[in-house]
């Protein structure tokens, strides 16, 4: 089930377990709310959030919410016809307690890109359950990844994992692929940082022009490789959370 309201969205059953930390910003009804980050703009990170969205919903049947909370977004000025920069506690207030969400398993927060003073305060007003971090494999893409996860990590925020974007670029008539922008980096710093990797999302057509018309490869064409990446991406982030759910139940473990 895909429901939209504004610059907010639901989407699809629920389940029984969270993995959502105490303190922060609760919201009535929402079990766990993740965020989908990076260090940068430019890496795909809003499709990608788009695509787990809609993912998780379509093929694990869950009751799911995305939230744009990018207030500095090119396309927000205009459509709002704002002059002076918008104040970001307020506007986070108005986008979660403003929206009569329902109840959700989950709620999928496009962040800002960078790690600067809105994007901290996020992180630390919110009550999430995890970050996912986006980056390309290109070196200086990963060091903004890096701030990213410290940023989440300063404010204990559990990093679900690092995901991939445009990995790889697979020729649609000989099928060569091609590393425009390096390969294997986004798991090599996943295993420097202690972080899983979540895996490769290729640089495909299909999804540029299926985000321009309102269509995500999830659904447009949920049989490519594409589409599929997402999909397992997806199952590791229900994963992670079902995991993070359990660790919180148990406790820390303490040693006398």
């Known amino acids: 089930m895909l429901r939209i309201a504004s610059r907010s969205g ?6 029984c377990y969270s993995a959502a930390a105490k303190g922060g910003l609760s919201i009535s009804g929402v079990s766990d709310i993740i965020a989908v980050a990076s260090g940068k703009g430019g ?9 787990i969205a809609v993912a998780l919903a379509k093929e694990f049947k869950l009751k799911v919410g995305l939230l744009d909370a990018d207030i500095y ?4 000025p205009t459509m709002m016809h704002l002059h002076e920069k918008p104040e970001v506690m307020s506007a986070l207030e108005k986008m979660t307690r403003g929206v009569a969400w329902g109840n959700l398993d989950v709620l999928v927060v496009d962040m800002p890109p ?3 003073d809105a994007q901290l305060s996020m992180s630390q007003r919110l009550r999430l359950s995890g970050a996912l971090i986006v980056s390309t494999p290109q070196d200086i893409a990963l060091i903004d990844a890096r701030r990213g996860a410290n940023m989440f990590r300063k404010v204990q925020v559990p990093i679900l994992g690092l995901v991939e974007n445009m990995s790889c670029f697979k020729c649609p008539k000989c099928g060569e692929k091609s590393y425009i922008f390096g390969e294997g980096g986004a798991q090599r710093t996943a295993e420097d940082m202690d972080m899983k990797f979540l895996g490769e999302i290729p640089l495909e057509i299909d999804i540029r022009t299926g985000s321009d018309e309102g269509k995500p490869i999830v659904i447009s064409s949920p049989d490519s490789a594409s589409a599929q ?6 199952e590791k ?12 139940l148990m406790g820390p473990e303490i040693s006398l």
Do not use: D
């Open 114 to 116: 960078g790690t600067g």
């Open 10 to 15: 639901l989407l699809g059953g629920r389940r």
């Open 43 to 51: 890496v795909g990170k809003s499709t990608t959030a788009v695509n």
């Open 73 to 76: 977004g090119p396309s927000i």
């Open 237 to 248: 982030v229900t994963q992670r959370l079902k995991e993070l759910a359990v660790e919180r």
């Open 229 to 234: 990446a997402y999909l397992r991406v997806a």
